[in-house]
């Protein structure tokens, strides 16, 4: 009696379940077995936390309970005797669809996979027979399949943080191979991979290519084009029409991993000189610099750094000072640690514009120092270190770490800028910075105590600084 084995079965956490369903499925009245299914959906949409228990003893989670109402269906449906279309048949998939989320939202990254691989299994059997029923049939087998990508599209995007295939850090890894830091990796990511590649094949048997996902792009879309070994594919073309998604996933927080992946993809691999649109670069780089000082996790944070590092790489040199002179500037929602990193790209863009002495560059122009030289050649308060009482109240002050950074711009300036292009070796650029950033330096580290932990790289990188000024002179 399927109607009555099927609600005590499908939250039992017994050895053996999953077998007796299928064989239900299989051979019970395929008719009863869907209603069974569609009773069990209705009670879960009612409320979806109804069953769900942490005593495993009590039940197993809304997770596995999808996969085995979604198998009852894939296996019952076939076997009706069809007195409706192909695409109203398939309806109890629409239902089933809306539990998808709060599946996800409980469940672990095992659960995830499970339904994401039994989905891409189920849908591709259920394609095959939508194939055979709506043959000769175009606008049937055009609905029905609608239907089946749809709960592909929707099962994805659930379950975008549960696939744990660890895509942007392995990305990351082959195109900074000589960087000593080394993000962490899952041990498992090839399960989420192949739970992946699983969905893309179910994709692809109905009729979902990669011009496709890219022409409807979608968070299931970055999931699967993340992870698209072709590297001919992520091109500025393919990030310029799925840029609203990429954005949507940076903004909310969702699929990150796989967005990621696509930007290391396409901006590692832009060719040399290429540019990218203003229209991406100025959202990314209010967004990135979010996620650079925000997130929780140290890796993400880090591969989002050295993405913005690109984006900015691939931007007009004006377009590029003015990014980075609003990323160095003190603001009420800046971050204190964006800001010192920042003073690292304008570094890097500096040392790239001096390697090029016949390219026009603004980094390597008076307008470097006239745009961020009041914002980096200073303390900030600039009364800091003569307002407080010793070095103990620098502990936790993100000012040291900053004002290292920009001695070693000033150093770098200094020693590289060999022609003065930048002017800063000019009189009056030397003496504006010594008495707005050197000499109050110099003043503190001879009032406290310089081998106290916050002032010895303080105290090294002022030594370079002068030593550098005496070479000059």
Request: aromatic share 4%; with cysteine; proline share 7%.
């Amino acid at each position: 009696d399927a109607l009555l084995l099927i609600p005590l079965l499908l939250p039992c956490p017994r050895d053996g379940t999953d077998d007796l369903l299928t064989l239900i499925a299989r051979h019970c009245s395929a008719k009863e077995v869907v209603m069974a299914a569609q009773e069990a959906v209705e009670h879960l949409r009612a409320d979806p936390s109804a069953e769900e228990s942490d005593d495993e003893s009590e039940g197993v989670p809304l997770a596995v309970r999808l996969t085995r109402l979604l198998s009852l269906l894939a296996n019952a449906i076939p076997r009706l005797v069809l007195r409706k279309s192909p695409s109203r048949t398939l309806a109890p998939l629409a239902e089933l669809e809306q539990l998808l989320t709060p599946a996800a939202n409980h469940a672990t990254v095992a659960e995830g996979r499970l339904l994401v691989r039994h989905a891409a299994l189920r849908i591709q059997e259920l394609g095959e027979w939508v194939k055979v029923k709506a043959a000769g049939d175009l606008p049937e087998l055009a609905a029905s399949q609608a239907l089946l990508v749809s709960f592909l599209n929707a099962t994805l995007e659930a379950c975008a943080d549960l696939i744990g295939s660890s895509i942007a850090r392995r990305v990351f890894e082959e195109h900074f191979p000589r960087l000593r830091y080394r993000p962490v990796i899952r041990e498992d990511w090839k399960d989420g991979e192949d739970a992946v590649l699983l969905a893309f094949d179910a994709f692809s048997s109905l009729g979902c290519d990669l011009d496709t996902l890219r022409s409807k792009p979608s968070l299931a879309s970055l999931v699967l084009i993340a992870h698209v070994p072709a590297s001919e594919y992520h091109t500025f073309p393919l990030l310029a029409t799925i840029f609203p998604v990429i954005l949507t996933s940076l903004q909310s927080d969702i699929a990150l991993d796989a967005t990621l992946a696509i930007l290391l993809k396409v901006l590692c691999t832009a060719p040399l000189h290429a540019e990218l649109s203003s229209n991406i670069i100025i959202p990314l780089t209010t967004v990135l610099p979010l996620t650079c000082s925000a997130h929780p996790d140290a890796s993400t944070r880090h591969i989002t750094f050295r993405i913005l590092g690109h984006v900015l790489q691939l931007a007009p040199s004006v377009l590029r000072l003015q990014i980075l002179r609003d990323l160095v500037s003190p603001a009420e929602d800046s971050s204190p640690h964006m800001r010192t990193a920042a003073i690292g790209l304008v570094k890097e863009a500096v040392i790239e514009a001096l390697l090029h002495p016949k390219t026009e560059n603004v980094f390597a122009s008076s307008f470097l120092i006239q745009t961020i030289g009041p914002h980096v050649f200073r303390l900030d308060p600039p009364n800091l270190l003569a307002s407080i009482s010793g070095v103990d109240a620098l502990k936790d002050s993100p000012e040291p770490p900053r004002l290292v950074e920009c001695l070693n711009l000033y150093y770098i300036l200094l020693s590289r800028d060999t022609e003065n292009r930048t002017g800063i070796r000019d009189p009056g650029t030397v003496q504006s910075v010594e008495s707005s950033l050197l000499a109050p330096i110099r003043s503190a580290l001879g009032k406290w105590n310089s081998e106290a932990l916050p002032l010895v790289a303080l105290q090294i990188s002022l030594e370079r600084v002068e030593d550098a000024l005496n070479a000059l002179k």
